[in-house]
């Protein structure tokens, strides 16, 4: 699926994440890129990367945002899950207000979601055996069940949070050339009370490696160049 981009910038947060992608994906046209935690870190180094490129006359066919993140057990998506965002959503970029919470939307200040093409949805998706869904990105992590129920209850097809994909797309959508984007996520954990003991991450990590294999060639997942865009 990724060898149908000539070049293609992946965006995670942690070195840990990128070195998982990489160790699959690692290949001609594709770069791959540890932007920083959260939404803003992760906008800035998208904006960064895709001006460098743009500027050497390179410039990227596709974004991908991705990393490990919370799944929403509620809704089917369990540890070891492999996410493709069907609407990457700014979660708890707004107000609150006596009515409930009011999105940047709902304020007439902007977007507060992102929509990745569908064609390429349920490519990524038929490639990598994940299941679809919303992506939140917030900027603080859930950890309540409280929470969790507040974001399921304004947003009830919620598959994954997670801290960096709408600022990954928001640089893509502001750039001049506009190259579709992706989020692509594999569950350590899920969504609610904050339990660390519970969390799976080398799990998860490996389950990264293992969806960017089924990316670059989904015939053989664990041939690191076979398929790689050239």
């Known amino acids: 699926m990724l060898g149908a981009f000539a070049r293609v910038l992946v965006v995670a947060a942690v070195p840990a994440e990128r070195d998982a992608v990489a160790a699959a994906a690692e290949c001609p046209g594709v770069e791959i890129v540890a932007g920083g935690v959260g939404p803003a870190a992760a906008a800035a180094s998208t904006a960064a990367a895709l001006v460098t490129a743009a500027h050497e006359g390179r410039p990227y066919d596709l974004v991908v945002a991705t990393g490990i993140s919370g799944g929403f057990a509620e809704n089917g998506v369990l540890v070891g899950d492999t996410v493709i965002a069907e609407r990457i959503v700014a979660a708890d970029l707004g107000a609150e207000t006596p009515t409930g919470f009011a999105s940047v939307a709902d304020l007439g200040f902007g977007t507060a979601e992102h929509l990745p093409p569908a064609g390429l949805v349920r490519s990524a998706q038929e490639a990598t055996g994940g299941k679809r869904g919303a992506v939140l990105s917030v900027s603080t992590t859930t950890g309540t069940r409280q929470r969790a129920a507040d974001l399921l209850a304004r947003h009830p097809g919620a598959a994954a949070e997670a801290m960096e994909g709408f600022g990954v797309a928001q640089a893509a959508a502001a750039h001049g050339r506009g190259a579709p984007v992706l989020e692509i996520r594999t569950v350590s954990n899920a969504v609610g009370p904050r ?32 398929g790689c865009p050239s």
């Open 195 to 226: 339990d660390r003991a519970a969390w799976r991450v080398p799990e998860a990590l490996a389950a990264l490696t293992t969806a960017f294999g089924r990316l670059v060639s989904p015939r053989r997942a664990e041939d690191r160049t076979e």
